[in-house]
């Protein structure tokens, strides 16, 4: 049986005076097997993440922070810590190591750990958190984190005497467990439950990647 001919849209990104825009063109081809079909390399763009290797290990941060969000056994959830704190570190690695085969993004990074590791306030999450972490936890297997299976936190009330009418300030206790609470105990966003510092890591990565992008990308990099 004569298979018909197969009409394929070819694209292509195309840059003119207007900017970059698509190019599309329909072309015959005789094209019919998957294993004929794999040997169709796809086309990339110079505007590809040159951050790519790195971002996989980001995703898989997020990853971990939903399993934290999730977990309500303290055991498993100090697992899942230590999980993401390891691969929250492992992005800058991975950045420099593999996705640093290009000259221009081992410029790039080379230049951004630099900056990380300054006095800069905006990157204090790197050197505090990110950095520190990763060292405690896996050269020292100390944990920042309250330890107990209940956080007891104090809820301020507002009482009034009513034999004279007096304000009284005071406090109740109460406590969380299941992990709803989990504080870091000292230092870097001391009280701050952990999975949001995690998340602000997550999107300070996000951030730095972006912009390790747009060097790369931009006219002069050598890539």
């Not at 996989?56 to 055991?75: G, M, S, W």
Request: aromatic share 8%.
């Amino acid at each position: 049986m004569v298979q018909p001919p197969v009409l394929w849209l070819a694209v292509w990104l195309v840059h003119s005076e207007f900017g970059l825009a698509l190019m599309v063109v329909g072309v015959e081809s005789e094209l019919t097997s998957p294993s004929e079909l794999r040997k169709c390399a796809p086309l990339r763009s110079r505007q590809d993440n040159m951050t790519t290797r790195a971002r996989l290990v980001l995703e898989d941060c997020r990853l971990a922070l939903q399993l934290l969000e999730d977990e309500t056994d303290l055991r498993k959830w100090r697992l899942h810590w230590v999980a993401a704190i390891a691969l929250i570190r492992a992005v800058g690695h991975v950045l420099h190591k593999m996705d640093g085969k290009s000259p221009a993004v081992r410029t790039a990074s080379s230049a951004a750990y630099a900056r990380w590791m300054g006095a800069t306030p905006e990157h204090e999450i790197f050197r505090e958190f990110i950095e520190k972490e990763r060292n405690t936890i896996l050269k020292e297997y100390d944990f920042n984190l309250h330890p107990g299976e209940e956080v007891e936190v104090a809820i301020p009330v507002t009482l009034q005497r009513v034999s004279d009418g007096v304000i009284v300030e005071a406090a109740t206790i109460f406590p969380l467990d299941e992990n709803i609470y989990r504080p870091l105990m000292d230092g870097f966003r001391e009280g701050e439950d952990a999975r949001d510092v995690l998340s602000e890591a997550i999107e300070w990565w996000e951030t730095e990647l972006t912009a390790v992008d747009r060097s790369v990308n931009s006219p002069g990099s050598k890539t």
